[in-house]
């Protein structure tokens, strides 16, 4: 039954931010890409400010899957890397932190390239 319900917390916050980025979208102008970028940057500013961590004990894989875990790694990155390096360690220990996840990305982007046959909208 614990798992159960740990799976159902997961989902309801994975499913929250689904849900508010599907709002912004219906009801706003905004772009997907600032959306986007308004997720990362919720994510920098909880682990900025040390309440991350406790929101992931509790909603785990649902709140970082999306693009708030990324977020999250950078700023956490960004942190360690500025206090053992100062400025120039913060933007080195965010990239160091997210290359994982950028390389992920790159690469299978790549592959994705490979195996699709993309067309321009107007293009039938």
């Known amino acids: ?14 499913g929250g931010i689904c849900v508010l980025g ?30 991350f961590e406790s929101i992931k004990e509790v ?7 999306p693009i708030t875990g990324f977020g999250s790694n950078l700023a956490k990155g960004a942190i360690k890397g500025a206090r053992e390096n100062g400025v120039l360690g913060a933007i080195v220990g965010g990239t160091k932190a997210a290359s994982a996840g950028l390389a992920g990305a790159i690469f299978i982007g790549f592959l994705s390239a490979l195996v699709a046959k993309p067309k321009s909208k107007g293009v039938k």
């Open 1 to 14: 039954m614990n798992v159960f319900i740990d799976y159902l917390l997961v989902f309801a916050v994975g």
């Open 59 to 65: 909603a785990q894989a649902g709140i970082t899957v």
């Open 22 to 51: 599907q709002l912004f979208i219906n009801y706003t102008k905004m772009t997907s890409a600032r959306i986007l970028v308004i997720f990362l940057l919720i994510g920098v500013v909880l682990e900025a400010c040390g309440v």
